[in-house]
C-alpha cells in the first residue's frame, strides 16, 4: 500500500525528495493535488510503499526538509 510520507509545495521541491529517496533506493510516486491548470504551483504528495515509511523520514530529515 502507498502511504503519503510528504507534502511538496511546488513540482521542483517534489522532485529533489524524489531524486534524495530514489538515491537511496525508496520506491517513490508523485501525486499532484490541487489545482489543474498550473502543475508547477500545485502541492504534491510524496507517496512511498508503507514499509519503507520510516526510512523514507529519516532520508527527508537528513536532507532537512
Not at 503519503?4 to 508523485?30: D, N, W
Request: proline fraction near 2%; glycine fraction near 4%; include cysteine.
Amino acid at each position: 500500500m502507498w502511504t503519503v510520507v510528504y507534502m511538496a509545495q511546488g513540482r521542483e521541491m517534489a522532485e529533489k525528495i524524489r531524486h534524495a529517496l530514489q538515491q537511496q533506493g525508496v520506491l517513490v510516486k508523485l501525486k499532484s493535488i490541487g489545482k489543474e491548470n498550473k502543475e508547477n504551483d500545485n502541492c504534491f504528495e510524496i507517496l512511498v510503499p508503507a514499509a519503507e515509511i520510516e526510512e523514507a523520514h529519516n532520508i527527508i530529515i537528513d536532507i532537512e526538509f
